[in-house]
């Protein structure tokens, strides 16, 4: 039994679409619109984090660093997803597994995804 991937993506249209094709792909998936809801939902139990970085309410570097805080939710496997390609060093400061500037290199996410799901 493959373990749930929470995508974090404040773009419904680019979460859902991200959602169909782990789905196809076989992987059951849990979705969030901010870092807020994504705390709510990893909590429920994930193998893998999909991470938008520019979101309302709360933003991934937040999610990230009270991810990190929490003790049951900081060792989850985080895959940061973004446009903003000057995010790289600021993103390897938070311990991430990978990081991804979009658009998406879908074999590379089924790696990620498939190495923590």
């Given amino acids: 039994m493959r373990r749930p991937v929470l995508i974090v993506e404040d773009d419904d249209a680019a979460r859902e679409a991200l959602a169909a094709f782990l789905e196809a792909e076989g992987y059951p998936v849990r979705e969030a619109a901010n870092g807020r809801e994504a705390l709510e939902r990893a909590q429920e139990?994930?193998?893998a984090i999909l991470l938008d970085i520019m979101m309302p309410i709360m933003d991934g570097w937040e999610?990230?660093?009270?991810?990190?805080r929490?003790?049951?939710l900081a060792a989850i496997?985080?895959?940061?997803?973004t446009a903003d390609g000057s995010a790289r060093e600021r993103a390897a400061c938070l311990g991430l597994e990978d990081?991804?500037?979009?658009?998406?290199?879908?074999?590379?996410?089924?790696q990620f995804v498939g190495r923590y799901c």
């Fill in 45 to 47: 139990g994930v193998g």
């Fill in 63 to 68: 999610f990230r660093a009270l991810q990190l």
């Fill in 70 to 72: 929490d003790p049951t």
């Fill in 77 to 81: 496997p985080v895959m940061v997803i």
């Fill in 99 to 110: 990081y991804m500037t979009k658009p998406i290199q879908f074999p590379r996410l089924l």
